[in-house]
């Protein structure tokens, strides 16, 4: 395998008399590619945190989640996930096309359970793959470089109670974000989500946070 720890890290574990037991863990804990329960917990899964770093080297944290098995394993070092209609700002997208290195966050909070993975990503724009998600603008390919799961003792257990509505549908038709409704944005929408948002009706900043606050 590939060097794993960084000098900070090996340091660290020096301090904290740990480098035997994180020697320990990397033999028998972290592969390179998933095995055949690790792939199927990843394709039952509904969300993940996504990590990605931008070109001034600062981290980005986002949330991504779908129907279960929007995370796809097409091989044991490849895995897909989409990109649906987001802010515009394209942060993580951004950060995969400067950078390429990611890591995902599986978490199942019913179990609960955890899997991460990192590895080199490439944003897909069209084709085969981004038509196979309906609603999806993009879809990220991930080639795996190591996985390994984690201690789940500090995760809260939690139970799913309803899927976002947000989702696009198999048709992929998914409604406008509340926020594109909001007044001062109109200018900067999309013709389509302009005209949407005349149909559902503007709202204010004021009244878009009331709603959030009602959930």
């Not at 480098?19 to 993940?48: G, H, K």
């Not at 048709?171 to 989500?193: C, E, M, N, S, Y």
């Amino acid at each position: 395998m590939d060097a794993f720890f960084t000098d900070a890290q090996r340091a660290l574990q020096q301090a904290n008399a740990s480098i035997d037991l994180a020697n320990r863990l990397l033999e028998v804990t972290v592969a390179s590619e998933l095995d055949e329960s690790q792939a199927q917990f990843v394709a039952s899964q509904s969300m993940f945190f996504l990590a990605t770093v931008d070109e001034f080297g600062f981290p980005s944290c986002s949330y991504k989640g779908g129907h279960p098995g929007f995370v796809r394993v097409l091989n044991p070092s490849t895995l897909i996930f989409p990109n649906f209609d987001g802010n515009g700002m394209f942060m993580s997208l951004g950060n995969i096309k400067d950078r390429q290195k990611i890591g995902l966050l599986f978490i199942d909070f019913e179990k609960p359970q955890r899997l991460r993975v990192r590895g080199d990503a490439e944003v897909i724009e069209s084709g085969a793959l981004v038509d196979s998600y309906p609603g999806a603008q993009q879809v990220v390919q991930v080639t795996v470089s190591n996985v390994w799961v984690n201690c789940p003792r500090y995760i809260p257990k939690m139970t799913l109670e309803t899927a976002s509505p947000a989702i696009p549908s198999v048709d992929g038709d998914f409604p406008l974000a509340l926020w594109k409704r909001i007044d001062f944005l109109q200018d900067v929408l999309t013709k389509h989500d302009r005209e949407q948002a005349q149909i559902e009706g503007v709202i204010s900043i004021e009244t878009y946070e009331a709603l959030l606050g009602e959930g």
